[in-house]
């Protein structure tokens, strides 16, 4: 079973840039389809983007589509969002999630992490 933690979060101005990692442990990583969802208190959880296996293939939200990157690196077992041109709007927590079959643009996923706060001031 896989364990993730979540790191990167924090407070940044609107038009300023973040970037979460998201570390596994306890599994093949290589054998998880990755995302990273996110929530807003009292609302339900977003899909934000996710990655492939291989991360040959990735999907994102129509509401973050140009501003944020999904990548992974293997060798560390490693997830990434790359967060640009942050709006007010991006604030929630967001996770990070893991399974073994492919997702898509599904909040469906057996493995998440803690979460990390982001806050984008105005």
């Known amino acids: 079973q896989v364990q993730l933690l979540e790191a990167g979060g924090g407070l940044v101005q609107a038009g300023g840039s973040l970037r979460l990692s998201c570390a596994a442990s306890?599994?093949?990583?290589?054998?998880?389809?990755m995302a990273w969802v996110r929530q807003v208190p009292g609302k339900e959880r977003e899909f934000v983007a996710s990655?492939?296996?291989?991360?040959?293939?990735?999907y994102y939200a129509d509401t973050v589509k140009g501003r944020f990157t999904i990548s992974r690196d293997n060798a560390k077992n490693t997830v990434y969002l790359q967060m640009n041109s942050l709006k007010p709007e991006d604030t929630a927590v967001y996770y990070c999630?893991?399974?073994?079959?492919?997702?898509?643009?599904?909040?469906?996923?057996?493995?998440w992490g803690q979460g990390t706060q982001v806050t984008v001031s105005s």
């Open positions: 306890g599994g093949t990583f290589s054998t998880y389809f």
């Open positions: 990655i492939s296996w291989s991360g040959g293939t990735t």
């Open positions: 999630a893991a399974t073994h079959l492919w997702r898509g643009t599904s909040t469906d996923y057996n493995y």
